[in-house]
Structure formats: C-alpha cells, structure tokens
C-alpha cells in the first residue's frame, strides 16, 4: 500500500487569515447589547408583550450567535495563525487571546454594555498585535 504523507497547519492550509472577521462579529455583539439595554429602558411597562419578547429573543439570539462567531474567529487566529515565535514580539499573546475568548463566553450570558466594550477594546488589541507580526500598519477601523 502506498502512504501519501501530508501535514497543514489547520483543516483547509490556505493561508488567509485577518482578525476583521472577528472585529464584525464583536461589533455585533456590542450592537445587539446596546439594543437589548435600550429596548429593555424603554419599555418596561410592556415588557409582557409578545412584541417585546418576540424582539428582545431576536436581539438575543443574535448576540449569542455573533458571540460564539468571534470566539471561534479568534480561536483560529490564536491555534492556526499565530506561533511560537510570535511570543517572543507579544509575551502576553495567549493571555490576550484567552481573555477575549473568556469575553465572548461572558457576552453571550450576560446583557452587559462593559464586557461588550471589553470584547471590543480586546479584539482591538489583537488586531493590533496580528498586523504588527505581519509587518503592516492597518488602521482599526469599524464598520459601526
């Protein structure tokens, strides 16, 4: 039998990788947030009604939909994209990368307009960091 050997570093080695598909999904995150603490100030009278939970559910879902992106986003850029040799640049690399990992859990739970901006000023600095390995200056630039 003939073996065929082959090694990648992730599932698909195609070598692209950008913290801007992580940035989106954080800046949803803090979107739906925003929106659920706004809806929830505004119409606490009515917050029985099938309209009020029909769109504080959406705003939910959402969120912990966008949460779980960003954290699989950044999984992938900390385990595929960054390596050994990025430490000695960014001693605080894993911690970073754990932190915000730790937020995104942390917003899918709660409706808390601090660990959304904690995400956000996290996936900031990452952007940062991942650029700098790169050798290139990329302005942080939101799309909200």
């Excluded at 949803?28 to 929830?40: D, Y």
């Excluded at 911690?95 to 956000?120: G, N, P």
Aim: proline share 3%; hydrophobic share 40%; aromatic share 8%.
């Amino acid at each position: 039998m003939n073996r065929i050997e082959a090694s990648a570093h992730c599932d698909g080695p195609c070598g692209v990788y950008d913290p801007a598909s992580a940035r989106v999904a954080a800046e949803a995150v803090q979107s739906m947030t925003k929106k659920m603490l706004s809806l929830a100030e505004n119409h606490s009278a009515d917050s029985s009604s099938a309209a009020y939970i029909n769109t504080m559910s959406r705003y939910a879902a959402i969120k912990e939909e966008e949460a779980h992106k960003c954290k699989e986003e950044l999984l992938v850029l900390w385990t595929d994209f960054f390596k050994p040799i990025h430490l000695e640049s960014n001693p605080d690399l894993h911690d970073i990368f754990w932190k915000a990992a730790k937020l995104c859990s942390a917003c899918k739970v709660e409706v808390s307009a601090q660990h959304a901006q904690e995400l956000m000023d996290a996936v900031e600095a990452i952007h940062n960091m991942f650029w700098s390995v790169k050798g290139r200056e990329v302005p942080w630039i939101r799309a909200s």
